[in-house]
């Protein structure tokens, strides 16, 4: 018998495709990152390998180089068509050629081209990229190396151009051949306090005393199941910063990469203050294509992300308040609305929807989000009720660009929160409808509770409107700036604001500081924050500032090749050919014509299989959804005699279940749930009527572990009635053994609280008192401020 080790395609050839090594250097909350492909040929034939590979859709790449037996071919950035038809050219001709392209339906997706890889021969292809990262709730930064690529819904109307169209077995995760290291250096003139991760790292490395620079490395083994992630705490709270950064000397003035470039960040200190009572209309679009049946993670004991999607919208029913509009939909293959419109938040409404939300499935197939989306901006507004949308999908569509724009043009009737559910789930679809509408995105992996971020955002939706958002300069006679970024007109509180812009004008003597400030209305009070700076551009041989502010102006411009108006398709390509970032229409490519051995024969396709991720314990049977084809079209001429080989590497898909049932969500312990007492909790919770209070009945009892005959026994009916008994003890219920999760059942608590002050009035002192003897609870009575 013979075996074969590693892992081989279905004809059993070798994958040529070996390891990927990353670089990545972050400085505060930048990140410059160098990622390298290294390829051998362990075939008798010349090889053409295709690579697809996730990536940020905030990333700026800026850089691609191949080293081919020692001998370095930088790239260059080109048309994208023109790209293309020079590297079927150089491949015909006998030269070796590579090609790197942003997908055409989405820029999370980036394919890689290794063509004409001769017998034998060894190459390693890097690309560079920046980019920003996002502050997280406590504070942390987040970077995120994506290693996995999810499969993307395939409808009648997808682009035939795009690389998601490669079809490709899957095998598990543990025959993957390609292996993945990571080293990551981090500094920080505030110091840094610790690095965390999903995946096992080495020991922080300090390297110096006062832990302003550490080094971290991904351990061996990664197997490409989950996104590889940094939290990096600094010691000190964020500050205002401007950071300014020299033009390219061989650029002329007046032109964005040969004029210095700033980067201001504000983090705008907004109160907190309770929920307003201004209502709205909340539309909630829930995910429940066949992959939502997935666990949120790789981990056996993870929940399943239909299970989580119904804990959440129960929350949010409960947590919203009296008066408001809303409307829940579920969309897939086709879409389904609980109700012909959205209705006013009452008990009877409530209920209704909570019976389906008990009912709901991951069974409508696909996943189709543009038509649900027309649908409810087809609605008409409500006076006086803003639309607030909040969609949660794992973000597996391919008429990404289509969605966006749509989401764009309706931009002024409602804003639009985002949640990107899962390993994989597409940056450029989630980040894009939220940028598009004034919204916020959130991305759900690992350990994350979509119940926890959902209602935080469904907190900063029903926050005061921050109004009047302006920035001004204050700089030397004959210098002005010109913004780069959008117009910013919604801040929400914790939230970190970027700004780019372009310095043009006579640079002043050293030592002269410039002033930028931003001042917004909040309930009629305004706001200022300030920050001061020197104007001394530093110089930065990757030019990080100028390839982030490109960025930011392209996501603005580039929606694609079929969506991006007419009026900025020339403007994005510019703006791409002349800062070096890659877009929709631009590709890098790199021709070594020192090789010229004439290709002879067709190209034989080969599909390499990519690794399947497999989220539970117990057998089950799996359907892998694929819509793949090749990335690019090939229609050389055959010829006599060696072939070129198309070989597909892929990094890690999903996957979805069939014959799986979920059992009802409030009578049944799931063994997916993280423990005892959280059932008890979304028990309680549904329990919960619309205007806050509970009932007495046996549900409050099972729940409060307790006889329903010994709560009766114990009502001080002389202080207040059923329902207000029922309901103090519900919150101190909460407060007692809930408090872990508080920042989900905050909005549904404060509710509760407003009934009790109306219902118990002056004896509610009494009450809690009476509640927290009969429950032998620690709960100070004074977190409930008479």
């Known amino acids: 018998m013979v075996h074969f080790y590693g892992l081989l395609t279905l004809q059993r050839e070798p994958v040529p495709l070996k390891s990927i090594s990353v670089s990545v250097s972050i400085y505060e909350f930048v990140a410059d990152v160098s990622a390298t492909l290294n390829y051998e040929n362990a075939e008798k034939v010349p090889l053409e390998a295709v690579f697809l590979f996730p990536m940020d859709e905030d990333s700026a790449v800026y850089s691609f180089e191949a080293l081919v037996d020692g001998k370095k071919i930088v790239a260059e950035l080109q048309d994208k068509m023109k790209a293309r038809t020079n590297y079927e050219k150089a491949i015909s001709q006998g030269h070796q050629a590579f090609l790197l392209e942003e997908d055409s339906s989405s820029r999370d997706i980036f394919s890689c081209n290794v063509g004409n890889l001769q017998p034998g021969s060894k190459a390693s292809v890097t690309l560079k990229y920046v980019q920003e990262l996002p502050l997280e709730t406590d504070g942390s930064l987040r970077f995120v190396l994506p290693a996995v690529l999810n499969p993307r819904y395939q409808f009648s109307g997808s682009s035939k151009d795009s690389c998601l169209n490669v079809k490709t077995p899957i095998v598990p995760v543990e025959d993957l ?58 010691s000190e709270v964020h500050t205002p910063s401007v950071v300014l950064e020299m033009g390219m000397p061989q650029m002329k003035p007046g032109r964005l990469m040969g004029d210095p470039s700033a980067m201001v960040s504000f983090y705008p200190n907004i109160p907190e203050d309770q ?17 939502m049946q997935s666990p949120m993670s790789s981990q ?89 949308l909040f969609v949660f ?45 004034g919204g916020t995105s959130e991305f759900i992996t690992g350990k994350d509770r979509m119940q926890s971020k959902a209602l935080r955002t469904l907190k900063r939706s029903l926050q005061p409107v921050v109004e009047d958002v302006s920035l001004s300069w204050h700089l030397p006679p004959g210098l002005s700036a010109k913004m780069l970024s959008p117009e910013q007109t919604v801040i929400f509180r914790g939230q970190r604001l970027i700004i780019y812009a372009q310095l043009t004008g006579r640079m002043p003597a050293a030592e002269t500081t410039g002033k930028v400030c931003l001042k917004y209305t909040l309930q009629g009070k305004t706001f200022e924050d300030k920050a001061t700076f020197l104007l ?110 198309r070989v597909m590497c892929c ?11 979920l059992c009802g969500l409030i009578n049944h312990k799931d063994r997916h749930s993280p423990g005892f007492g959280e059932n008890h909790l979304v028990q309680l919770i549904y329990h919960q009527n619309a ?82 003897t009969f429950l032998k609870s620690s709960v100070d009575p004074a977190i409930f401020a008479f």
Request: net charge neutral.
């Open 651 to 661: 990094e890690a898909v999903s996957f979805q279940v069939d014959n799986y049932s």
């Open 275 to 291: 929920p307003s009572n201004t209502c709205g209309e909340f539309v909630f679009l829930m995910d429940r294509s066949g992959s």
């Open 393 to 437: 999908t794992d973000g597996e569509v391919t008429d990404t660009f289509s969605v966006i724009k749509e989401v764009r043009i309706n931009r002024q009737k409602h804003r639009c929160f985002s949640f990107g559910i899962g390993e994989g789930a597409s940056t450029s679809l989630i980040k894009g409808i939220a940028r598009a509408s």
């Open 300 to 388: 056996d004991t993870s929940q399943l992300r239909i299970q989580a999607a119904k804990e959440t919208l129960i929350l949010l029913l409960k947590s919203l308040p009296m008066g408001c509009y809303f409307n829940i939909y579920g969309f897939g293959s086709s879409y389904e609305a609980y109700f012909p419109k959205s209705v006013t938040y009452t008990q009877q409404t409530m209920e209704e929807a909570l019976g389906r939300v008990k009912l709901m499935q991951a069974d409508l197939g696909g996943t189709e989000i543009l038509a649900p989306l027309q649908n409810i901006y087809r609605g008409p507004s409500i006076p006086g009720h803003p639309l607030q």
């Open 691 to 772: 205007n806050g209070s509970w009932d007495l009945n046996e549900d409050l009892a099972k729940v409060l572990g307790v006889s329903l005959e010994e709560i009766t026994a114990a009502h001080p009916a002389e202080l207040v009635d059923s329902s207000g008994w029922a309901t103090i003890l519900a919150m101190i219920w909460l407060h007692g053994n809930g408090k872990d999760l508080k920042c989900e059942w905050e909005l549904l608590e404060r509710k509760a609280m407003a009934w009790m002050r109306v219902h118990a009035g002056s004896t509610m002192p009494l009450v809690v008192k009476a509640a927290i």
């Open 177 to 234: 051949p390609y292996t993945l290291s990571m080293v990551a250096t981090i500094d920080s003139k505030h110091g840094i306090e610790k690095v965390q991760s999903n995946c096992p790292l080495s020991p922080t490395e300090y390297l110096g005393e006062d832990k302003t620079s550490a080094q971290v490395s991904l351990a061996a083994g990664h197997k490409f199941d989950r996104d590889v992630e940094l939290l990096i705490y600094y």
């Open 536 to 645: 001394q551009p530093k110089p930065d041989v990757n030019f990080t500032i100028h390839r982030l502010a490109a960025k930011s102006l392209l996501q603005t411009k580039d929606m694609g090749l079929r969506e991006t108006p007419a009026s900025d398709k020339k403007d994005a390509l510019n703006l791409s050919l002349e800062s070096g970032v890659i877009s929709s229409f631009t590709a890098f490519i790199a021709i070594n014509k020192e090789l010229n051995k004439p290709v002879q024969g067709p190209l034989a396709h080969r599909d390499i299989p990519r690794p399947m991720l497999l989220g539970a314990s117990t057998p089950l049977k799996i359907r892998c959804r694929s819509g793949f084809r090749k990335a690019l079209p090939s229609d050389r001429p055959p010829s006599a005699s060696q072939p070129i080989r």
